[in-house]
């Protein structure tokens, strides 16, 4: 009967013995690879404490209690409007049937968001925003129709060296 040899390690060898839901295969990991995951692990149990170990400079001015400005600029209070005044929207809700073709517009739509401001320009689809809910089987595919109907100006800087390929 052959004589079965044993793999030699390197001096200074540890051998880390895996779950065995990970195979249960034997890794060899040298001293250093050792104290490195210790380091990293000392390393995360201390990076949450960082923060607030930070010094802030005493003519700082903190923004929301975590952001801070050292030049002393004061934040402009925001106008303060009367909060929970208007109802939550509900999107409409649309239920597709197998093997159909939903039909979706998306359109410029303006919209009060709060009882107090003025109506506001937004994206909406099938003329409301927000969109409407999607209700299906899970697993059963759907088909959706996605019409744009935004137009060819866009609110925000758009790159026009990106070309999309649209089907």
Same mark, same amino acid.
Request: no cysteine.
């Given at each position: 009967m052959p004589r079965r040899l044993r793999p030699r390690r390197p001096l200074g060898a540890v051998c880390l013995a895996l779950p065995a839901s990970t195979g249960g295969s034997i890794a060899m990991a040298t001293r250093r690879d050792v104290l490195k995951l210790g380091a990293m692990a000392g390393t995360g149990m201390i990076a949450p404490a960082l923060p607030q170990l930070k010094r802030v400079p005493p003519n700082a001015v903190q923004y929301h209690g975590h952001v801070t400005h050292h030049l002393g600029v004061q934040p402009q209070s925001p106008p303060t409007l009367a909060q929970f005044?208007? +109802? !939550?929207? &509900?999107? +409409?809700?649309?239920? $597709?049937? #197998? @093997? =159909?073709? %939903?039909? &979706? =517009?998306? =359109? $410029?739509i303006t919209q009060k968001l709060h009882r107090d401001l003025p109506p506001t $320009? !937004?994206? @909406?689809c099938n003329g409301v925003y $927000? @969109? #409407? %809910?999607?209700? %299906?089987?899970?697993g059963t595919p759907i088909q959706v129709n996605w019409k744009n109907n935004l137009g060819a100006t866009h609110l925000l800087p758009v790159d026009s060296a990106v070309r999309l390929k649209v089907e």
């Open positions: 005044v208007d +109802p !939550l929207p &509900i999107p +409409p809700v649309i239920r $597709p049937r #197998p @093997g =159909s073709v %939903t039909d &979706i =517009s998306m =359109s $410029p $320009p !937004l994206w @909406g $927000p @969109g #409407p %809910t999607f209700e %299906t089987t899970r």
